[in-house]
């Protein structure tokens, strides 16, 4: 709930940034609208709808933190509130920590987007044999 109207600004943003001319360009060529919506918006405007839910993830994080610290009696934002009640900066270095594993380990655990090695998974070339489109090379 805490981040709905962010999410909704990164797909509206995301969708409105697809390049008019390949939408027209796809309507030229008889895609009816759905055709459009599925075949040119959505993968046009996912990368930007991808990185906007990982900063609504963040918002979401933050505001779960929040509600905890304010009215939960259970969860991390709690203990940290408790602990830090207690005067005990241990258990707010833990929380903290914890915090920052949880924040990294979503950072890292998706893959950066590579272009595609179009000789990973090719089948080898046979004995003898170029590849084809390597033709040139053999004289």
Request: aromatic residues 4%; contains cysteine; charged residues 20%.
């Amino acid at each position: 709930m805490g981040t709905f109207a962010s999410a909704l600004l990164y797909v509206m943003e995301s969708t409105r940034r697809v390049d008019p001319l390949l939408i027209k360009a796809a309507q030229n060529l008889g895609a009816t609208r759905l055709d459009v919506l599925r075949e040119v918006i959505l993968p046009g405007s996912l990368p930007g709808i991808i990185s906007g839910l990982k900063v609504c993830l963040a918002l979401a994080w933050t505001c779960v933190l929040s509600a905890e610290m304010v009215a939960a009696t259970h969860g991390l934002g709690a203990l940290i509130w408790f602990a830090k009640d207690w005067n005990n900066m241990a258990l707010v270095m833990v929380g903290m920590v914890s915090i920052s594993i949880t924040g990294a380990r979503d950072r890292l655990g998706v893959p950066r987007h590579r272009r595609p090695d179009p000789s990973v998974g090719a089948p080898p070339a046979a004995p003898g044999r170029l590849r084809r489109g390597c033709e040139h090379h053999r004289r």
